[in-house]
């Protein structure tokens, strides 16, 4: 439960961390130290490991939930933990090492004070990252002005896990809805099972008039391994995603 005197009351909040990962055996011992205690609830979700990291985090946390995605990509995984939450506030954290879970706090306490969803920022006072490559600094720059141009925001940055939202929003947002296109047909993924999910979410959560803030967030490097996230590639989705939420309609709801 998280808990904070002086925010909303004293009223106590139910918190569920949502991790996704796909072989990320050697960073997640560090993740899981990491792992607030006064988190209610962690789903850990799999994208067909094959590197023993389910039998880690069985081992080191047994009282995590970890299930496996339906289908394949970043977002399908975590469309399919939110789902499954069971408590009141949902944070969302990458496991390969550059996201530290003891911040999730600061993301909880943004959401008590009144926000309804609540975006790490790296461009933020405060934040930073030593992950992006040049190429994908200037990249997700460009992109997060297309989206504030497009959305009206004036948002500091665009593609980036660390989030937190309260679980009721889940159906506005439409992600029950998603993870039922979890099918693969060909080579490309469907709309939303991809690393353009943060994109949706946030320019869905204009869409429905939700109130976004931004909080600064520090990202190290991925400790071990490599990125799953190709520049390109992803970087069309998120255009993708962006235009796709725009010409659906900024004052109209998802649903
Ligand atoms: N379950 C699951 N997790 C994924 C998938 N792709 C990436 N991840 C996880 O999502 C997080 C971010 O991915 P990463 O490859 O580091 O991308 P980057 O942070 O954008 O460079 C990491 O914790 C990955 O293990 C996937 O297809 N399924
Ligand atoms: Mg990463």
């Given at each position: ?6 925010l ?5 909040v ?10 990320e ?9 990491r ?15 094959t ?17 496996n ?5 970043k ?14 506030v ?6 390969d ?78 992600i029950?809805d ?64 962006m ?13």
């Amino acid at each position: 439960m998280f808990y904070d005197p002086s925010l909303s009351g004293g009223r106590k909040v139910a918190v569920s961390m949502i991790a996704p990962f796909r072989n990320e055996v050697e960073n997640l011992p560090w993740f899981i130290e990491r792992v607030p205690d006064w988190i209610d609830e962690v789903i850990f979700v799999d994208g067909n490991s094959t590197d023993g990291s389910v039998d880690l985090i069985q081992d080191t946390m047994p009282s995590a939930k970890v299930v496996n995605q339906p289908g394949k990509g970043k977002g399908n995984a975590l469309a399919y933990g939110m789902v499954n939450a069971t408590t009141d506030v949902i944070v969302a954290v990458d496991t390969d090492g550059s996201m530290d879970p003891r911040h999730a706090d600061e993301y909880v306490r943004a959401l008590l004070a009144n926000a309804d969803l609540v975006k790490g920022s790296r461009y933020l006072p405060g934040g930073g990252s030593d992950d992006l490559t040049k190429l994908r600094d200037v990249g997700n720059k460009l992109l997060t002005l297309a989206a504030n141009t497009m959305f009206n925001q004036r948002w500091s940055e665009l593609c980036y896990g660390y989030f937190a939202l309260w679980t009721d929003h889940l159906e506005r947002l439409g992600i029950h809805d998603m993870i039922e296109q979890h099918r693969v047909d060909g080579k490309v993924l469907p709309y939303g099972s991809g690393f353009e999910i943060e994109t949706l979410m946030f320019c869905r959560a204009v869409r429905n008039r939700m109130k976004v803030v931004e909080i600064p967030s520090f990202e190290a490097p991925r400790a071990n391994g490599t990125s799953s996230l190709r520049t390109f590639r992803d970087g069309s989705r998120v255009v993708w995603g962006m235009s796709t939420e725009r010409v659906r309609g900024i004052h109209h709801s998802v649903r």
